[in-house]
């Protein structure tokens, strides 16, 4: 079933994925590439076609252009030898309301023709056991709170060992204890060799248990690397507070850097009560500038600002936080994409 | 396949179905038996009766009452559950990913629809039976050829009629299972199901229609009076098994051509 190098090629790659709804690219061109053995986060805002990359990937929906490798194997070509080897959580939990939790498992396990008979059970055991939901296994599952569902439908990906685990948005409708637990499990399977690919529109989910992460945004793949290398993308920034705009900005113009517009540190000026708030030319400004490759080194600028007179107040250098990133890849606020 | 079966069988609406089913022979049983003592033999319809002579025939007359529309119900409503019911459930993805195969899941969904036929129409004339035991006189049948055949061979007979309505009835599963996949809104597929059963029936009684009469799945739906003759007349059991056979390879050729390429989006 495996090919030849299995470790080499990635556990997902797609060239050119498109799939369209009439008009509407719901996923548009996009090159992923999920090396085998990584947590990969595929982030991005609602609508911005995680789930229907997810259901063409897994051979669900057929794609309208473009091609899909998933372990090696051309899907949907290679669906029947593939699909075993993978768990997924696809759009939310789907069950049978009018079985148990136990017997929901059993069924869907059952459609597997692979799927031993004979260790049904004690995988069903177990699996629900990894959830955290053996005491509520007997009980219907139109009994279940959502994030019980949830529950299932991951310990439903869990039935028999994976290669390859598709989670698309796992902690949906889990309590903060719930979503701890995902992370715990995900980072628990991924230390098995397992290969994580996790959706979610919550960076802080993907920052807190990804090793890679790719986003998207309105169809469209806008970064995609290490969380290291996303977070290096885009230029470190020399921050200096100070009371001195203009003197310190002239330093730094002086030293080839070419500074931002200024932002008041409001921060600064909160602290204080307003009669003790200092003179509009006392109070603290953030100047920051970019630093390409090739500026002055950071304690050469704070002697040159020190020189020439400025108060420095704070001084650093830093990359902009994924969050940054994120929110200048995707666009910010609760809009849905489309 | 087993696992579909229990499914179909542990749901409490597949039991509320052939509850209903069996209560159509009591309610037939009662209502003859209160109104028994005004009808002379040879008044009301054919079969009923009957019934006040021997209880053996109460399965049959319930038959013929359910078949034109209460069968036809049951069957669209399971039938038009297939793929719509798992798709609007949202469990066909994870059926689909497991993977459980898309013919073979196709070929299984069917099967279990046509298993539901038969029990459908064994219960009708089971229930039948066992009410008419109960309520009237049992004893050797006299069948519409005028022999008379012992209560063990009436009993075989009728499991017979059940079979024959049970088969008459995988045509319209077929065409509910296409239906099936045509949608994700399960009730939708089981109305049109069982308006094709109703408009089916009406055609074959429009006499100006009489060259389509022998292509409508409905058309040997009652035929199941020739097996109660002696010899038995094998003769429509036949051709309604070839007309059913050419219903399901139609129709299921037709749900394979949908759901095999269709994108799966519940
Ligand atoms: N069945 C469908 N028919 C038409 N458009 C759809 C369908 N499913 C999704 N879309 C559209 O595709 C886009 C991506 O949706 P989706 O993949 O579900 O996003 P995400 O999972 O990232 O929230 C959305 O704009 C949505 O409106
Ligand atoms: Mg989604």
């Known amino acids: ?338 | 396949m087993s696992s579909e079966l229990s499914v179909l069988f542990r749901r409490r609406r597949t039991w509320a179905l052939l509850l209903a089913l069996a209560a159509i022979p009591i309610l037939v049983a009662v209502a003859v038996r209160l109104s028994s003592s005004r009808s002379a033999p040879g008044e009301g319809p054919s079969f009923l009766d009957r019934i006040t002579q021997n209880g053996l025939f109460v399965g049959i007359a319930a038959l013929v009452v359910s078949v034109p529309l209460f069968l036809p119900m049951t069957v669209g409503v399971v039938a038009g559950d297939t793929i719509a019911g798992e798709a609007s459930l949202g469990t066909l993805r994870y059926l689909l990913l497991r993977p459980a195969g898309r013919v073979r899941l196709l070929v299984v969904k069917y099967l279990a629809a046509g298993a539901f036929c038969l029990a459908a129409a064994l219960t009708v004339v089971l229930a039948g039976a066992i009410v008419g035991a109960s309520l009237f006189p049992v004893g050797p049948v006299t069948l519409l050829s005028g022999d008379t055949i012992s209560v063990g061979e009436s009993v075989l007979r009728s499991l017979l009629v059940a079979g024959y309505a049970g088969i008459s009835l995988l045509g319209l599963s077929a065409i509910g299972l296409f239906i099936s996949t045509l949608t994700e809104v399960p009730v939708g597929a089981m109305a049109a199901t069982i308006v094709l059963s109703v408009v089916s029936q009406i055609l074959d009684s429009l006499t100006q229609l009489g060259w389509l009469h022998p292509w409508l799945f409905s058309h040997y739906w009652l035929g199941f009076a020739d097996l109660l003759r002696q010899p038995i007349a094998w003769g429509p059991f036949v051709s309604n098994m070839l007309l059913q056979a050419g219903y399901i390879a139609v129709f299921g050729a037709l749900a394979y051509a949908r759901f095999v390429t269709k994108d799966v989006l519940s």
């Open chain 1, 1 to 338: 079933m495996s090919s030849d190098a299995p470790s080499a090629e990635p556990a997902i790659e797609t060239r050119g994925l498109t799939k369209r709804f009439g008009h509407q690219a719901a996923v548009d061109h996009i090159d992923l590439a999920v090396p085998r053995g990584a947590v990969f986060g595929f982030l991005g805002p609602n609508g911005s076609g995680k789930t229907t990359t997810i259901r063409v990937m897994l051979g669900l929906a057929a794609a309208t252009a473009g091609r899909v490798q998933v372990l090696g194997r051309e899907m949907p070509r290679h669906l029947a030898d593939v699909l075993p080897r993978v768990g997924a959580l696809v759009e939310g939990p789907a069950f049978y309301p009018f079985l148990s939790g136990a017997a929901n498992l059993h069924r869907l396990d059952s459609a597997d023709r692979h799927a031993s008979s004979t260790t049904r059970g004690a995988r069903v055991e177990e699996a629900l056991e990894r959830v955290g939901l053996t005491h509520a296994a007997g009980k219907k599952v139109h009994a279940y709170s959502l994030g019980m569902k949830q529950r299932l439908g991951i310990a439903n990906a869990l039935l028999s060992p994976r290669e390859l685990l598709v989670l698309d948005e796992p902690t949906n409708g889990l309590d903060p204890q719930g979503t701890r637990e995902v992370r715990n499990l995900v980072r628990s399977l991924a230390a098995g060799g397992t290969t994580v690919f996790v959706s979610s529109h919550l960076l802080a989910e993907v920052e807190q248990m990804c090793t890679h992460a790719a986003v998207m945004s309105a169809g469209r793949l806008v970064a995609q690397g290490t969380l290291d290398e996303l977070r290096q993308v885009g230029l470190a920034h020399v921050r200096v507070r100070t009371p001195d705009v203009a003197v310190a900005r002239r330093v730094l113009v002086r030293m080839g850097l070419e500074p931002d517009e200024p932002v008041r540190d409001e921060r600064a000026a909160d602290e204080q009560a307003p009669d003790e708030r200092p003179a509009a030319d006392q109070r603290d400004v953030l100047v920051s500038a970019p630093m390409p490759d090739g500026a002055p080194e950071p304690e050469a600028i704070v002697e040159a600002l020190v020189a020439g007179g400025v108060r420095v107040r704070g001084f650093g250098v830093e990359h902009p936080s994924l969050e940054e990133r994120f929110v200048a890849l995707t666009g910010e606020g609760f809009d849905v994409a489309r």
